[in-house]
């Protein structure tokens, strides 16, 4: 039976209507149904209709039976599927994300939450999932590529969420801080890390790749799935971390770690990343912002382009998917993030005629005034990096002495700050750079005198300038987003321009479709 040929609404009103209360026991027959089918297709191994009834069923069930209330619990449902401990594991694994999604939890469900993850003893969800059956090796099951990911995903977003929580003091209960007190080692950031870490040395996901690069592995080419009979959760799982692993560097302002997590995943390439849409544009969005943090400029244009131009051309494609709306919002953010990289590294020839005409209609005004590094241009900066930046966290744990403030804003504060000093000493080379792109050569002491300094201060700004326009590499080796540079030849500056290979693809392409559209136009005409 197809997942979405299923019956939702027997028994639908009475567990909406009527002010019932929710009742944690009672399993309506639409929720009876979805976990017998599941159930089944998973011992079955029947990836299309998993991913059917995870991607579809159960969000209908959860808009039509439970837009207010969590799911029945585990117990509850336990009966219809045998009582089988991996199943119930990844019913709660649900269980626990719809209540993030739908509801607003408490403290007491955020540490449950986290118990669920991480508990060994208590032998609950998924860190005992993953742990006992994944990582041990007894499982032999496949999920769909979207599940697995949206397992990571959530375990990084529901550490976030905590620290962001736990940061708000000013208004907490005594209660609420004695629970926080009790239970110190909740969303531990080490732990956090440790977990996502221990599945992707488990998982020899980086075996796995460069044996792929090598001929011997055919990992991306199925997009992770094993059809010899084995399970793909294990690899899948440890893929995932690593981009998860780079999510969480990012909210802590580690970049340069987080990029060397993500190192053995060729970000030129497609690859299983690219298999589902949330983890493509996450991958791409967290490896752009840390570029943009480390003045990889180049770096992050190009990567930016790429993720915009492909969200143009798909996005249609995904407009009844639940995460439609987050593919909205981050698509806005990284043309906020394109455009800071725009105006502090001008590399125009990168960006794609499509992104740049959208980007023209949504920052064109904005661009022009953020290249004059007045107060006007800092405050631009400031509210483009506000709106498209991560959200920052501070992983430590709070003071609890009298007077309790929030705190939950530091990190980001701190983040700002110094993006902020960093375009602050781009002031002086936009006047450089204005000189520079007039002249093929130039004296010292000509240069020297337009810019009204003298020529011990201009030495300076062009030793300056060679800093923030080159920045060091993941491979270590010196790159530069420069597009103009110079060399001193005694005390004459003699200025080289880099130029961007054309590109000629695209521009046919689009004449091609034009020339077609306008054929079938002819075709239409009838001729008398």
């Not at 089944?40 to 808009?63: A, C």
């Not at 960006?351 to 241009?377: A, H, I, P, W």
Request: hydrophobic share 35%; aromatic share 14%.
């Amino acid at each position: 039976m197809a997942a979405v040929g299923y019956d939702y609404e027997d028994g639908l009103q009475s567990s909406v209507d009527g002010g019932i209360p929710y009742d944690p026991s009672f399993v309506p027959d639409p929720v009876k149904s979805f976990v017998v089918h599941l159930y089944r297709h998973i011992r079955e191994k029947n990836v299309y209709e998993i991913h059917q009834m995870y991607e579809t069923s159960f969000h209908t069930l959860s808009d039509r039976m439970f837009k207010d209330t969590p799911w029945p619990s585990v117990e509850a449902v336990a009966q219809y599927v045998d009582n089988d401990h991996v199943f119930c594991l990844l019913y709660r694994e649900m269980w626990y994300r719809h209540l993030y999604a739908r509801l607003s939890p408490t403290l007491k469900q955020r540490i449950d939450s986290w118990d669920n993850y991480c508990s060994l003893f208590q032998a609950r969800f998924l860190y005992v999932f993953l742990l006992n059956v994944v990582l041990h090796g007894v499982v032999n099951m496949q999920l769909p590529n979207q599940w697995l990911w949206d397992m990571v995903d959530e375990f990084v977003y529901q550490f976030q969420s905590f620290c962001q929580y736990r940061a708000k003091m000013k208004n907490k209960t005594e209660q609420e801080i004695a629970l926080l007190r009790q239970h110190d080692q909740a969303w531990n950031v080490y732990g956090v890390l440790n977990f996502l870490q221990a599945l992707m040395e488990k998982s020899s996901i980086i075996q796995i790749l460069e044996q792929e690069k090598e001929g011997l592995e055919q990992f991306t080419a199925t997009d992770g799935y094993d059809y010899s009979g084995g399970s793909n959760v294990l690899k899948v799982l440890g893929y995932f971390s690593m981009v998860g692993l780079l999510r969480v560097h990012c909210l802590l302002g580690d970049y340069q770690t987080g990029l060397k997590c993500l190192l053995p995943i060729d970000i030129s390439q497609q690859g299983v990343y690219t298999s589902v849409i949330g983890s493509h544009i996450t991958t791409i969005y967290h490896y752009g912002f840390a570029n943009l943090m480390l003045r990889r400029y180049v770096e992050a244009i190009r990567e930016f382009n790429k993720i915009l131009l492909y969200i143009y051309k798909t996005k249609q494609y995904h407009q009844k998917s639940p995460q439609y709306e987050q593919i909205l919002k981050k698509n806005e953010q990284m043309y906020a993030l394109l455009t800071i990289c725009l105006s502090l590294c001008p590399q125009v020839k990168l960006v794609d005629e499509t992104v740049n005409s959208q980007l023209r209609e949504k920052y064109g005004e904005k661009m022009l005034r953020m290249q004059r590094y007045d107060d006007e241009s800092f405050a631009l900066y400031d509210e483009l990096f506000s709106y498209a930046c991560p959200k920052f966290i501070t992983p430590s744990a709070p003071s609890y002495e009298e007077p309790l403030v929030n705190y939950n804003q530091d990190a980001y504060r701190l983040q700002l700050k110094l993006f902020l000093y960093e375009v602050k000493q781009q002031q002086q080379l936009s006047v450089v750079r204005t000189f520079l792109k007039v002249y093929s050569t130039i004296s010292l002491e000509k240069l020297a005198t337009y810019m009204e300094v003298d020529e011990s201060t201009l030495r300076t700004i062009l030793m300056t300038y060679k800093h923030k326009t080159h920045s060091v590499g993941a491979d270590g080796k010196t790159i530069s987003n420069a597009d103009i540079d110079f060399y001193i030849d005694d005390d004459l500056i003699r200025v080289v321009e880099s130029k961007t290979p054309k590109q000629y693809g695209d521009y046919f392409l689009r004449q091609i479709v034009k020339l077609e559209a306008v054929i079938g136009d002819m075709d239409r005409i009838k001729l008398e």
